[in-house]
């Protein structure tokens, strides 16, 4: 699975839009979109974020464990 498709499911978790996601992160919801399609890599300061946001590790968001924290 791909990293693309967990921040996807945990955005959807939390209840949270792309645009909503893209304000947290301060970048255009088409850009977030990109990472979450898989069309483009996340850069590793918005991968922390996210992290930090969800309250999970890195290493769920790309899938290296399924153990959320």
């Known amino acids: 699975m791909g990293y693309y ?3 996807r499911d945990l955005r959807e978790d939390h209840d949270m ?4 996601v893209a304000a947290v992160l301060d970048i ?3 850009q977030y979109f990109r990472y979450e399609q898989g069309f483009r890599d996340i850069p590793t300061d918005l991968l922390i974020k996210l992290a930090d946001m ?3 590790t890195t290493d769920y968001i790309l899938g290296r464990t ?4």
């Open 54 to 56: 969800y309250d999970t």
């Open 5 to 7: 498709k967990r921040i």
């Open 28 to 30: 255009t919801q088409p």
């Open 66 to 69: 399924d153990r959320q924290k």
């Open 17 to 20: 839009t792309q645009r909503q």
